[in-house]
């Protein structure tokens, strides 16, 4: 009698026998393939949201191996997918790995995948690996508009970095201008930071690339905020100035009302000392007098 062929993932069969290990890498092909209704099944029956594929891809998904089930959606752009992944624990079991599915939605331009890992608590400032920007950086870098506009909605840092972002956007081959205006005028990013391989500002990235229009906006607006800055910090030594003299003041009334309290004392003792003696003299000058 021939062996019978091994029930397959998904067709209702009982699966005592697989593994963590095996579901796992059928989670993330099935991601990777966009099978969601595989994906909801696999969950299920028990399949780490979390799992890393231990090598590439071969079927119908494009996955890289390391890839976990939420990393292959993001590539994939499968939002729904995504958001089914969240619920089930990915973000919250691996936040490393959230932050790389958000990276690689971001530099795919995934924006309905990049809102689901927004609105699922994946952090918009998180760095994926030594060689990669924060999402914000690789969104300016790639003049990605709609990408630089979620991100900041989500309350990512546009100066992260020391203003990677915006020296990234000021460089950016294609919508420069747009994405420089988002991180300066929504992001408040300020543009006198330094930092990257050459320690150069925004201003000095488009002067290199030869940008004269983002060059003289951002020396425009370098302009303005230091002026600002200038004003921030003269309202800010006003306004200690103000606190230390309302506090000496406070001071000096409390040691004069402090004075003003022991001198009473001492008045009132005096009082009290003369009027005994008083009636110690017309006790004394009644007493000779009878």
Wanted: proline letters at 3%; one cysteine or more; aromatic letters at 2%.
């Amino acid at each position: 009698m021939a062996e019978d062929a091994p029930p397959a993932v998904g067709d209702g069969a009982s699966t005592p026998a697989k593994t963590a290990q095996r579901l796992g890498e059928e989670l993330v092909e099935a991601a990777s393939a966009g099978d969601a209704a595989l994906v909801e099944s696999l969950l299920a029956m028990g399949a780490p949201a979390v799992h890393r594929a231990a090598a590439a891809g071969g079927n119908a998904g494009s996955h890289d191996a390391g890839d976990t089930p939420l990393v292959a959606a993001a590539k994939g752009d499968y939002a729904g997918i995504a958001q089914a992944l969240c619920a089930a624990g990915a973000v919250d079991e691996d936040r490393h790995a959230a932050a790389e599915a958000l990276y690689w939605a971001v530099r795919f331009s995934h924006f309905d995948v990049m809102a689901v890992l927004l609105d699922n608590r994946v952090h918009p400032d998180a760095v994926v690996g030594k060689a990669r920007a924060a999402p914000l950086a690789a969104a300016a870098g790639l003049g990605n508009t709609e990408a630089v506009r979620m991100l900041l909605a989500a309350d990512a840092t546009a100066d992260a970095a020391d203003g990677e972002a915006l020296r990234r956007a000021a460089g950016a081959t294609q919508n420069a201008m747009e994405c420089v205006k988002l991180l300066v005028e929504v992001g408040k990013a300020r543009v006198s930071l330094r930092g990257g391989e050459g320690n150069t500002t925004a201003a000095e990235v488009a002067a290199a690339v030869g940008d004269p229009v983002v060059h003289a906006y951002l020396e425009k607006v370098a302009l303005h905020q230091a002026v600002d800055s200038t004003i921030e910090e003269s309202a800010a030594r006003l306004a200690r100035a103000r606190l230390e003299l309302e506090d000496e003041t406070q001071k000096r009334c409390e040691h004069a009302q402090k004075e003003l309290k022991a001198k009473r004392a001492e008045g009132m003792d005096m009082v009290a000392k003369l009027k005994a003696e008083t009636e110690a003299l017309r006790a004394r000058f009644a007493k000779e007098c009878a």
